[in-house]
C-alpha cells in the first residue's frame, strides 16, 4: 500500500516563504512523476505544479510560477514545493500526488495521478 505524507504546512504572512515536502512510501518512487495540487474553501481543487520522474520536466500553474519552485530527491523519496512571496489567496489545503506514464501536458490533470496525500494546511495572513 502506497502512502504520500504532507509536512510543512502552517501559518506565515504574507510574502513570507514556506517548504512543504511529500514523503512518499510503498512505491517505487523514482518511476512516478509527482504533482502539487490545492483547495481552498469553497473552491475547486486547483493544479499547482508538477515534476516528471527525473526532474527534467516541470510545470507550474500561472498564479505560481516565479514565486514557487518544485524538486525531487529520489534517493530519499521525497518531493518538495518552496513557495516564496506568499500571497493571501495561496490560503489552501495542499496536497501531493503520484502517477505514473503522465504526458506532459496531461500534468495539470488530477484525474490522471493514483495516489493522494492527506494534504496539509497553508494559511497566509494579510
Known amino acids: 500500500q502506497a502512502h504520500l505524507v504532507e509536512s510543512g504546512g502552517g501559518l506565515v504572512q504574507a510574502g513570507g516563504s514556506l517548504r512543504l515536502s511529500c514523503a512518499a512510501s510503498g512505491l517505487t518512487f523514482s518511476n512516478y512523476a509527482m504533482g502539487w495540487f490545492r483547495q481552498a474553501p469553497g473552491k475547486e481543487r486547483e493544479f499547482v505544479g508538477a515534476?516528471?520522474?527525473?526532474?527534467?520536466?516541470?510545470v507550474y500553474s500561472d498564479s505560481v510560477k516565479g514565486r514557487f519552485a518544485i524538486s525531487r530527491d529520489n534517493a530519499k523519496n521525497t518531493v518538495s514545493l518552496q513557495m516564496n512571496s506568499l500571497k493571501p489567496e495561496d490560503t489552501a489545503v495542499y496536497y501531493c500526488?503520484?502517477?505514473?506514464?503522465?504526458?506532459?501536458?496531461?500534468?495539470?490533470?488530477?484525474?490522471?495521478?493514483?495516489?493522494w496525500g492527506q494534504g496539509t494546511q497553508v494559511t497566509v495572513s494579510s
Open positions: 515534476i516528471s520522474w527525473s526532474a527534467s520536466r516541470k
Open positions: 500526488a503520484a502517477g505514473t506514464s503522465i504526458d506532459y501536458n496531461d500534468y495539470a490533470s488530477g484525474g490522471k495521478y493514483t495516489y
